[in-house]
């Protein structure tokens, strides 16, 4: 997991636990299962056990949107089932089920200043 990156998670075992938010850097989204160890006061992450989801990145150069947009935006994207996160006024996480196509699902949904720039 980078540096800084901070995930909720629910204990599932003795050392696996279920992500409730999305990384905006690490590699992982709400619904994974993943193994921890104890670092601490912390838990690391270190291993993806069960992949349920991906997170796709979008970026939004400026004008960054208003409080209106982004809520009309984060609306649609949750009638979709994604899980969806602000990170800055120009950094959006979206959480997808892995059989959605975020190209497809969420790109139509963007004005010209955001582009999808990361999916994994």
Do not use: C, Q
Request: zero cysteines; a negative charge; proline letters at 7%.
């Amino acid at each position: 997991m980078p540096g800084g990156e901070n995930m909720w998670a629910k204990k599932v075992s003795r050392d696996t636990y279920e992500l409730m938010n999305n990384g905006f850097y690490a590699h992982v989204a709400a619904g994974d299962i993943v193994r921890v160890k104890a670092e601490w006061p912390y838990l690391e992450v270190v291993e993806v056990v069960e992949r349920h989801r991906r997170t796709a990145r979008i970026f939004f150069e400026l004008p960054w949107p208003g409080r209106e947009i982004r809520s009309k935006l984060v609306d649609e994207l949750e009638k979709k089932g994604y899980e969806v996160e602000w990170g800055y006024p120009y950094l959006l996480s979206v959480s997808v089920p892995l059989d959605h196509d975020p190209y497809e699902t969420i790109a139509p949904l963007l004005g010209e200043n955001a582009r999808i720039f990361e999916v994994d």
